[in-house]
């Protein structure tokens, strides 16, 4: 009998992309490198030629992100560049990615390889100038606001590779307008959904697809030219691309794409060796959620604070290993967190602290393993759960990474490359809806001022620097003129909150506040950013005795009279705090509303009332605040940073100021006595640690701790195998002891 | 390539915070120095009071020093905190921030932490009084043990020098905390 020929695939040598997949991972499980390539042929023969594509191959990537920024509408594209483009081997391994939104590397690479697993080759068809847009995180994903649009390329009519650009949007048509909608806790009210849809053919998007935004989302004019702007930025890269392939050859090409990525494996393992030092890290981190009293399905309504310990391990062969044992139940809400996430807060931070050569790409992630167990907030089972703020967790946990990694760093002398932690993104702006100032009554925006520039944790050898953001490093706040056009607010006030450091020796940077006058909306309904998820708990971040600085809050003042003030041509509020005075609560008058939590409603406010959002990135000091360099701590008075009283009370520094000279006088005499006196009341109040742990133990066997604890500490140890032995043990209990819940 | 190698001046200017910056970024931006650890070491010995060889550097202040057969956790001063595999912090002085009057100090702002349910826990030398580590928890979480380095993979793998009396890789701390503070 005649046997039917076998179906070419499109993939490169006519192999289909799922055979592709599948081959690629046999080989590596078999040889342990990535497609075997235990010898690395084109490296040894002609390392300029390999080392040339790498770079055009990157200036590519870094050129089609800069298209995206020209073409694209939004501020968070125009202004904080929150954007990224990447290449991606035909299995959706990343080659190269650009500078941006760095997050999303590892997570369009699960988006591909879940479009090959599907069987879009045969089911939906792939072909050159299609483009599939997703931001389904049941998929993979950051939040729903993060669209990917991903484009093939084609070489000879086989695929050899993707482009895909990552976009954050400011409104996706959720149950709540902004694109985070605190209350919506399900995925069927979170928003516009494209599970890796079909968008363009032949380089032109569907008139379906341009008709869903339009119906579908508030804002159709902007998140559409988001759209055009990436799809520019993909092809774009592709052009270029196929430029590179013909002056390359395709079979060139296609081997040294797959020896980046395993010369990036096995450099990534010697660089640990040689940067670090091998051992266990931990440190516990929490999510806390209020929804009890949010307007949510009734039995949405449940506070809770999530408890995820994180344990890394650096291994002798280099590789790092991240354990999430021990962490509890996932919920309705929207803060959960996937595998996929944390791939990319671990790839983020990689990239930017150790792997930092531009060669950046799957190699990197062959060399971290993490267990991330089943049914947890971590990895949770059902797929229904809406994820607009999933970055929550990845931008709070992930910092640990950098901290424990920075541990190993300093133990081994690279001092150099120390830094404390900070939560990767305060909240602060947050989701306005209602009427803008244009008259456009369905108006809804998300304002992400600061969160590209909230500031960072404090150095081994110097301040953290202010106004920086580790997970979007060339970001910055955006010129103020632009987010006026988008917003119906006029900001009155934009600067650096005194005495809002971590203090160290090394101080944490200072975090930005804002203040804005409502204008020209008789109507504007105000949520706080969904972000970090911190209000009682506040994150493990200091090193060496650095303390974490402050967390957000945002202030709301209503039925004020600012418009008589302005035509009394009186004072406003511009942020001025000065040791609990502060310019709002002093000049104007009004109802005053402060939320502390992240992701509460506020109110509804109309022209003329004013908010004000102080972004707190709980910044974390380094070293012990009493032995600040008083040269350091002079600058900060100086500039106002500083007050005199915490210049005292934390860094045991006496100063007067100079009038004359307009500047502080360090008193070094009555400092030193001020931090000797300090040691003794140290020593004087503090007791041993035995003494504390028996009296905590107490406690907790008596269940003195709130009942949100309680819960929080009886899932984890439901949950969890190998972290509730070690709690037991620590605390000496019974090996099935749980909290008494009230 | 050729080797990059600072000198022990540079590194010692580094590590306090005096070098110039220009010099500074350089040194983030540029290759790494091979021979940092045993400079780094070497600098940091000459500026302890005391003679134990230190193994590593494991914070600003505490060390792991080899003592006779043994590896302790010495602090700057000569406070010697015990087994270096048994959490430091179980043998230091502890206060918890937790005052009203304390936390102001800290977060002079809307939005403190509360007490109730974190405890911001301070870690001392119970000779010099330094502040050696600040831990933001949930309350009740156990003493959180930073780091525990895996010293002879290290020595014997990565340096290729391997360190006298093999110690096995093991968190001692809950063994210490049964045997001597449970039957206390």
């Given amino acids: 009998m005649k046997q039917k020929a076998a179906k070419k695939g499109i993939g490169y040598g006519g192999k289909s992309l799922k055979q592709m997949l599948v081959e690629r991972e046999r080989i590596y499980q078999e040889t342990g490198f990535y497609y075997g390539l235990e010898d690395l042929p084109l490296q040894t023969e002609d390392p300029f030629r390999l080392e040339l594509l790498h770079e055009r191959l990157l200036a590519a990537a870094l050129a089609g992100r800069e298209t995206t920024r020209m073409v694209s509408a939004s501020p968070q594209v125009r202004e904080t560049a929150e954007l990224a483009v990447v290449l991606y081997t035909p299995e959706g391994d990343c080659i190269v990615q650009s500078t941006g939104l760095l997050i999303h590397i590892p997570i369009i690479g699960h988006v591909l390889r879940w479009m090959i697993g599907q069987d879009y080759e045969e089911e939906e068809g792939i072909n050159d100038g299609d483009c599939f847009t997703s931001n389904d995180v049941a998929i993979a994903g950051m939040h729903t606001a993060d669209v990917y649009d991903i484009q093939p390329i084609f070489w000879g009519g086989e695929l050899i590779g993707w482009v895909g650009t990552v976009i954050m949007e400011a409104e996706v048509g959720a149950l709540l307008p902004g694109c985070m909608p605190c209350d919506a806790t399900d995925r069927f009210v979170d928003g516009i959904k494209f599970t890796a849809e079909k968008s363009a053919v032949n380089d032109n998007h569907l008139r379906s697809f341009e008709r869903k935004i339009r119906l579908d989302t508030r804002m159709p004019d902007v998140f559409l030219l988001d759209r055009k702007g990436a799809l520019a930025a993909d092809i774009a890269v592709r052009q270029e691309m196929k430029k590179i392939v013909e002056e390359f050859g395709v079979d060139y090409y296609m081997k040294a794409i797959r020896e980046l990525i395993e010369i990036e494996r096995r450099t990534q393992l010697e660089r640990v060796k040689r940067r670090t030092v091998p051992g266990k890290f931990h440190s516990p981190s929490t999510i806390e959620v209020y929804l009890a009293n949010s307007p949510v399905p009734p039995h949405h309504r449940v506070d809770r604070i999530t408890l995820v310990p994180w344990d890394f391990h650096i291994k002798p062969d280099g590789s790092y290993s991240i354990d999430f044992d021990g962490t509890g139940d996932w919920g309705w809400h929207i803060h959960n967190c996937t595998p996929s996430a944390l791939e990319g807060a671990v790839s983020m931070i990689l990239t930017q602290t150790i792997s930092t050569t531009g060669k950046a790409n799957h190699g990197t992630m062959l060399t971290v393993d993490m267990n991330v167990p089943y049914d947890t907030f971590v990895n949770p089972s059902s797929a229904h759960l809406a994820y607009c703020n999933q970055f929550a967790w990845p931008l709070k946990g992930g910092p640990k990474l950098m901290v424990q990694q920075s541990h190993a760093f300093f133990c081994r002398g690279y001092v150099e490359e120390v830094r404390a932690g900070n939560t990767m993104l305060c909240a602060g702006g947050g989701c306005f809806c209602g009427q803008d100032h244009l008259g456009n009554t369905e108006y809804s925006f998300l304002a992400t001022e600061a969160a590209g520039a909230m500031g960072g944790g404090a150095f081994a050898i110097r301040d953290g620097v202010i106004s920086e953001a580790i997970f979007q490093p060339d970001a910055d706040m955006g010129n103020v003129e632009i987010w006026e056009l988008m917003l119906p607010m006029l900001w009155l006030g934009r600067r650096l909150m005194p005495d809002s450091c971590g203090y160290g020796r090394y101080r944490g940077a200072y975090s930005l506040i804002s203040t804005w006058l409502i204008y020209q909306t008789p109507m504007l309904a105000l949520t706080t950013g969904p972000s970090a998820q911190t209000a009682k708990i506040y994150p493990n971040m200091g090193m060496f005795g650095g303390y974490a600085g402050p967390n957000s809050f945002e202030k709301v003042l209503t039925n004020t009279n600012s418009k008589q003030l302005i035509m009394e041509g009186k004072p406003l509020a511009h942020g001025s705090y000065d040791d609990g005075v502060n310019d709002l609560e002093q000049n104007i008058e009004g109802d005053l509303l402060v939320e502390t939590r992240n992701g509460q409603w506020l109110c509804i406010a109309e022209d003329g009332d004013i908010v004000q959002s102080f972004y707190g990135g709980t910044t974390a000091g380094f070293g012990d605040p009493i032995k ?65 742990w028996q009296q905590r133990r107490e406690e907790l066997l008596e269940g003195k701790m709130p009942h949100l604890i309680k819960k929080m500490y009886n899932e984890s140890l439901t949950k969890g195998e190998r972290w509730p032995g070690e709690f037991r043990e620590f605390w000496c209990l019974p090996d099935r002891f749980t909290f008494e819940e009230d | 390539m050729p080797e990059i190698s600072y000198s022990k001046e540079v590194i010692r200017d580094l590590i306090e915070g005096k070098l110039p910056w220009s010099r500074t970024k350089s040194i983030i931006s540029g290759y790494k120095d091979e021979d940092r650890f045993d400079k780094y070491v070497e600098i940091l010995q000459e500026k302890v009071p005391w003679s134990e060889k230190i193994l590593l550097p494991l914070t600003d202040e505490l060390y792991i020093v080899q003592k006779g057969e043994e590896r302790v956790v010495k602090c700057s001063c000569g406070h010697e905190f015990g087994d270096y595999r048994v959490n430091w912090k179980l043998n230091a002085l502890t206060h918890v921030r937790d005052t009203e009057e ?40 156990p003493v959180v043990f930073d780091f525990l380095p895996d010293l002879d993979s290290f020595y014997k793998d990565w340096l290729g020098r391997p360190l006298p009396q093999e110690k096995e890789f093991k968190d001692l701390s809950s063994e210490f905390i049964m045997k001597k503070w449970l039957k206390e």
């Avoid at chain 1, 300090?678 to 503090?686: D, G, I, M, T």
Wanted: charged residues 40%.
């Fill in chain 1, 628 to 692: 600040r360099d008083p040269t350091l701590a002079k600058k900060d008075l100086d500039n106002q940073l500083l007050s005199i009283k915490r210049c005292r009370n934390m860094h045991c520094i006496e100063a007067k100021y100079d009038e004359k000279a307009e500047e502080w006088v360090i008193d070094e005499k009555r400092t030193a006595e001020m931090r000797e006196e300090r040691r003794k009341e140290r020593l004087a109040k503090a007791i041993p640690t035995q003494e504390w």
């Fill in chain 2, 102 to 141: 304390e936390l102001q100090e800290l977060y002079p702002y809307p939005g403190a932490p509360e007490p109730e349910y974190c405890e911001i826990r301070e870690y001392y030398c119970p000779d010099c009084g330094a502040l050696l580590q600040v831990d933001t928890v949930p309350f009740g979480y």
